[in-house]
């Protein structure tokens, strides 16, 4: 790494948080639990997977790992931090889809992150595709690039988007991110949706379909019908990036227990479970997804609907989910993990630490090591770097 990418490295690492770009980098130790996951993500046929690990002892990094892996492998990804709070609520698909698009990752530095960075690539491997004269689905997806109607997508709603993205029209496309963003705010717009989305474009396209019929279809809906067209609209993304070229999509659910510490009300916990067994079964959506939760997740949601009552819930698809445990650092990993980050550290600020330092820090992490926090590793990593810190002002 260079003196800018080790700067922000340590930046991170001051907070305790897995720097982004180097997850792996600063992952030691636990091969075999590591080559498990790999296969994990080399699976066509994976869906779900809880990671399990106590709170602040390597989830997120878990996560961030597996997004970097993601990336590499060539498949666009997805962090979503869940925060029903701030509206971001498991039980709500339109308010998960709107996450999803907003943090997707496309793999490669020149791709823009975000819905308008997912829409610019779907774009240019339709055009693309025309340029070349194949293959059949682009053909199919654009009615031989008329764009007047199509059945290529199982999502309406997302097909007018994606249209409307691709007449180039500036104030369309403001209106497209909006709208797929925060599609819960439209609820009552759907006469404005039309009008910009598909009347005005007409010199674009003739859809031959009348204003009533959208209506009618419910075009502009993603929160009816049990979010059926949110979860249409998750497939067929993953089915557009699939043909344009990448594995797919991956999504990856931070902070989960938020489903139980968060969700007020017993029937959105039920509604959230249910989303989730949905996620495993791979129907509703064909691709990946994964989970940060503690090792006692199942068994407290289960306690919480007993509870309340939920007794003829099927408690039996909390066993089925697939779970991964990453054991916790050993002594001789930590001092492996505080040996990078002092290398970090030493190109970040332009330094060769002595062996008199190196010894601090081994200290360092011997007793940080012997601490009852649960979150240990990450409070030693602070502790690495507040002590190379230390090094760098006395000197």
């Known amino acids: 790494m260079n003196t800018r990418q080790a700067l922000k490295v340590v930046e991170e690492l001051r907070k305790g948080i897995p720097p982004i770009g180097f997850v792996e980098h600063f992952t030691v130790g636990r091969r075999s639990e590591i080559e498990s996951l790999d ?3 080399e699976n066509p046929d994976s869906t779900v997977l809880l990671l399990k690990a106590n709170y602040g002892s390597g989830k997120s990094h878990l996560l961030r790992l597996i997004r970097e892996k993601a990336l590499r492998r060539g498949y666009a990804v997805s962090y979503v931090q869940l925060d029903a709070k701030s ?3 498991f039980n709500r698909m339109d308010q998960i889809l709107g996450a999803i698009l907003r943090t997707v990752e496309l793999p490669g530095d020149q791709n823009q992150p975000g819905l308008r960075g997912l829409l610019d690539y779907v774009t240019q491997a339709a055009e693309a595709a025309r340029r070349d004269g194949k293959p059949k689905f682009w053909r199919e997806l654009t009615n031989d690039w008329t764009w007047d109607f199509s ?3 199982d999502s309406s709603g997302f097909y007018v988007a994606l249209r409307a993205w ?10 497209v991110v909006d709208w797929l963003l925060k599609s819960e705010n439209y609820r009552a717009q759907r006469k404005l949706l039309y009008t910009q989305l598909v009347a005005d474009l007409r010199r674009h396209f003739r859809d031959p379909r009348p204003d009533s019929q959208f209506y009618q279809d419910d075009v502009f809906r993603f929160y009816g019908d049990d979010y059926r067209q949110s979860w249409e609209a998750l497939a067929d993304i993953n089915k557009l990036l699939k043909h344009g070229g990448l594995s797919g999509l991956i999504i990856l659910f931070d902070e989960f227990e938020d489903v139980l510490t968060n969700l007020t009300r017993v029937d959105w916990q039920e509604k959230a479970f249910w989303n989730l067994f949905l996620f495993f079964s791979g129907k509703r959506f064909p691709g990946m997804t994964y989970y940060a939760v503690t090792p006692d997740f199942a068994k407290k949601c289960k306690h919480r609907l007993i509870q309340s009552g939920r007794l003829d819930f099927d408690y039996s698809r909390f066993d089925h989910l697939p779970t991964y445990a990453m054991s916790p650092l050993e002594v001789d990993e930590l001092q492996e993990l505080a040996g990078r980050i002092a290398a ?15 010894e601090r820090v081994r200290r360092v992490v011997i007793r940080e090591a012997s601490s009852p926090v649960q979150d240990r590793a990450r409070h030693t990593i602070r502790e690495v770097v507040k002590t190379l810190d230390d090094a760098i002002e006395a000197a």
């Open 166 to 175: 691709m007449t180039g029209n500036a104030e369309a496309q403001e209106l």
């Open 39 to 41: 296969k994990h993500l």
């Open 344 to 358: 970090a550290h030493a190109v970040a600020y332009a330094y060769t630490p002595d062996s008199g330092l190196l």
């Open 151 to 153: 059945e290529a997508l």
């Open 87 to 89: 509206g971001v609520r």
